[in-house]
């Protein structure tokens, strides 16, 4: 709130939410359940937006809410664990960014009983390529990737980065949501990973230049969106 006025207010109608957020289809007969999380944690919030891109949105989506409910992100989990072992892809031990990301992929380590592997996060909340534990990472160990949300893939392209430099293998990426589903499919390409989401971000066509931004042309002070 900056000079008594709001800046961003949460969407509770769930309808609008299904338009802004696709479920993917393996996690299909559970859409309902999901946003109804995202409805009673406030996740998807509207206002006015500055991404770490330098561009502007009106809509922003926040993880961190659905987070702080404990219930959520143990649901998540086990929702993401479900497909993996499906899949059977089977690893050692879990590496996540020190901020975003660390509480879903701490939740799945921990029911599964694997490794932590944390890595340091710049003022932006994006992982870098140092391990806050490498010493719990030896040389061979499988290494699923989790965050919570991803735009390009470059953080988790650090992440899997700093795996290979220990001599680990990285077997799967698994997150909540992707921004960018065509950069996520020429991510998987590019590593041989495959990306475990449980939704696509479906609002980038409303993410603008600032010389195309409404809202910056009417003057409204904005959020960062990794503060958010």
Not at 10 to 32: A, F, G, M, Q, T
Request: charged letters at 30%; proline letters at 3%.
């Amino acid at each position: 709130m900056v000079g008594g006025q709001f800046l961003a207010e949460s969407i509770e109608n769930k309808e609008e939410i299904r338009s802004l957020l696709r479920v993917r289809e393996p996690y299909k007969d559970k859409e309902d359940e999901i946003l109804d999380m995202l409805v009673s944690s406030g996740a998807l919030l509207r206002g006015h937006f500055k991404l770490e891109s330098g561009k502007d949105t009106d809509i922003c989506f926040r993880f961190s809410s659905v987070a702080g409910r404990r219930s959520y992100v143990e649901r998540i989990a086990d929702i993401l664990i479900a497909k993996l072992k499906a899949d059977r892809v089977s690893f050692d031990a879990v590496i996540m960014q020190e901020a975003a990301g660390r509480v879903l992929g701490g939740t799945i380590a921990d029911k599964l009983n694997k490794r932590k592997i944390i890595v340091e996060t710049d003022d932006r909340n994006r992982p870098t390529e140092t391990l806050i534990n490498e010493t719990t990472l030896y040389p061979g160990d499988r290494v699923l990737i989790v965050c919570d949300l991803s735009t390009t893939g470059e953080g988790l392209r650090k992440m899997a980065k700093s795996v290979r430099w220990k001599k680990a293998v990285p077997v799967a990426i698994a997150l909540f949501a992707t921004r960018d589903k065509k950069a996520m499919l020429e991510f998987e390409q590019e590593q041989g990973l495959k990306v475990y989401a449980v939704a696509d971000l479906a609002f980038e066509g409303r993410t603008t230049s600032p010389a195309d931004c409404q809202l910056c042309r009417e003057h409204k002070p904005f959020v960062l969106s990794w503060e958010t």
